[in-house]
């Protein structure tokens, strides 16, 4: 790690609130490490509670609490704060808990407890359920009657099998043209391993386009569940989240293990669909008194960037691979402003030829972007831009109007200050 700069320590902790950890990670080094230079540089310690104020509403809390019986740890785990910052907003609000059960208030035979946990393959959680207690309580009898239990990897099979049942969850296709579409898209997706029979994706935009995509990709494999966020900055957008089976483990794979040179065309350019509706841009934009067009992909995974060129420079469609953003650069989008982690690079494809080749072999689903490339192939031999600028400008308004809609719409959601719980803004699909 360079040496750290007091200035530059200074506003990371104090002027953008980050932690000690974040900071870590900015500089590839340990927290550790970062806490003995803000102890040499004199930078006094935030209080703990101190950095971050998270925004919740409390009919999402209630729904996610009571509704969809999720505990506080797992709800902090979807808008990543602690439990306790959940148990906090509960006691303020007035969201009561659930109640624990006592071992002086179950009253099973050894026998009946048997018959349910073996016979009847039941889990300590519905049996806590049933009888009106909770697991730990189910332990204890189980412990005290000498009842045998199952071996871990038993247990998680069943609950894990009743889970897919109870969500209707279903496993990938193995369509192998539509496994390389959602492994390009995933691009824009948060994926992780949630246990090893489920895998969790979830998608935070304020694009009805990428809502649209993300409820026909997977609302037929399990349950979506759809609510409002506010940013740090103030903007508002929906936050989509579903539980997948093992089938989909292939997404948390394909970063390493994605060849390019290894897969036939027509799953290279349903890949390069994904990766465009995702990360892409179509480009139809003034240069004097001309139009410039472009495809345009940006991306700091320079290594999956790279296969993506040599595979188009292998076909014969003429990209350009470059670097635009430095690390840690920052860059303004509206209000938002972006620090990269790692370098930003930048594929583009602007031959007119090579444009239109390219667009007969791409299956965009992003309507915004179907649209732009309608547009662009349909004007590919007019010259001058105000030929085309109404039209620019009309599609322009409309992507606009469009996307202020989605942000207003999780705004009123998200303030929604009713007392009753059933019209909570937390929505769950199949």
Known sequence: MNRLNKGILYRFYWKEEKSSKEIAKLFETTHSTILKYLKKYRIKIRPKGRRTKFIFSKNIIYDLYWRERL?????????????SCIHNF????????????????????????????????????????ILGTTRKTVFYH???????????????????????????????????????????????????????????????TSRFAMINIFYKLFSKFGPIWKYPVKDKVGNYHWRLVTTLDSS????????????????????FFSFLSGLIDAEGSIVLSKNGKYISRAIVIGSENYELLRKVYKKLRKLKFYPHLYKRKEKLQNSKIGNLEIRYNNPLWILMVTNKKSILKLSQKLSLRHEEKINKLSLMIETLSVKHWKEIETKIEDLRNKIYIETEQMKEKARIALNHSSQNFSDSPCIREH
């Open 71 to 83: 505990s506080a740890i797992k709800i902090a785990k979807m808008f990543g704060c602690s439990a």
């Open 248 to 267: 989909f483990h292939f997404l948390l794979k394909y970063k390493k293990h994605y060849n390019t040179e290894t897969i036939s065309k027509e799953e």
């Open 142 to 204: 189980l412990k005290k009657y000498k009842i045998p239990l199952r071996k871990r990897l038993e247990a998680v099979s069943i609950g894990a099998h009743k889970k897919i049942m109870v969500h209707n969850r279903r496993s990938f296709s193995n369509d192998s043209n539509e496994k390389h579409y959602i492994l390009g898209i995933s691009e824009d997706f948060s994926v992780s391993k949630e246990s090893k029979w489920m895998i969790k994706v979830s998608l935070s």
């Open 90 to 129: 509960m006691k303020r609000n007035k969201i009561p808990r659930r109640r624990c059960g006592t071992l002086s208030k179950i009253k099973i035979t050894r026998e009946r407890l048997y018959h349910l946990y073996w016979k009847e393959n039941k889990s300590t959680v519905d049996i806590a359920k």
